[in-house]
């Protein structure tokens, strides 16, 4: 799987000089949105990097590419859980983490849609169980496309840092942007992905006694 994944990155960095990267950077974001392998954070960190040396692609045209296959994927995935359900979550851990998404998506649905985009594996769990679950389309589609912008230019930010750092060293400067995008993609998932397990636990809490009391006093 790991040759593939470079085979890919390799035949995008190939194309930088082309306009038609910018296409194949949106439709590799958009496929992202629901198999987590495909590398599209790396390719845009990457053709940020080579475009600090070189001027193409450009960065302008780089973050919309990106954000709006980002965005469509994520839309797709949701409309997969929609017309599916949890059929596409088997699995014990993604059971337990579809549990978890859908009692954070009850407490803090925005929130929680906007930091998935930021794992891999969890955004793809959460847009899912946001569709099956009946969360509102128009909502999800306008905190799935401010995450998705932020993404991009998150990703082109780093990608273009790196580039600058090592302007005389263009491959290295690919190398450490997508290095460093995958640490810091790492550390995100560990965080954000005990917050999305914390709101879960959170939300399946049972109410106070008092509180319970109170509501069968009142019915």
């Not at 983490?97 to 859908?102: F, N, V």
């Not at 580039?163 to 400067?173: E, I, K, S, Y």
């Amino acid at each position: 799987m790991t040759e593939i994944l470079d085979a890919v990155l390799a035949a995008v960095l190939a194309l930088a000089g082309s306009p038609l990267v910018l296409l194949v950077v949106l439709v590799l974001s958009a496929v992202d949105g629901l198999l987590p392998p495909v590398p599209s954070e790396s390719v845009v960190v990457a053709l940020a990097a080579v475009s600090v040396s070189t001027g193409s692609p450009s960065l302008w045209l780089l973050v919309p590419a990106a954000a709006v296959g980002a965005w469509v994927g994520d839309n797709l995935a949701y409309a997969v859980g929609r017309r599916w359900g949890p059929r596409w979550l088997r699995g014990p851990r993604r059971t337990v983490l579809r549990e978890h998404a859908a009692r954070g998506l009850e407490r803090r649905g925005a929130a929680l849609v906007f930091a998935a985009r930021y794992i891999p594996v969890g955004r793809v769990v959460v847009n899912l169980t946001a569709g099956s679950s009946g969360y509102p389309r128009g909502r999800f589609a306008v905190v799935s496309g401010a995450a998705a912008l932020t993404w991009a230019v998150y990703s082109t930010v780093i990608g273009a840092a790196a580039g600058h750092w090592f302007a005389d060293r263009p491959l290295l400067g690919v190398v450490v942007g997508v290095v460093g995008a995958l640490g810091i993609g790492a550390l995100v998932d560990l965080l954000l992905g005990r917050r999305i397990r914390r709101l879960g636990e959170t939300g399946a809490a049972p109410e106070p006694a008092g509180v319970a009391d109170a509501t069968s006093e009142v019915g």
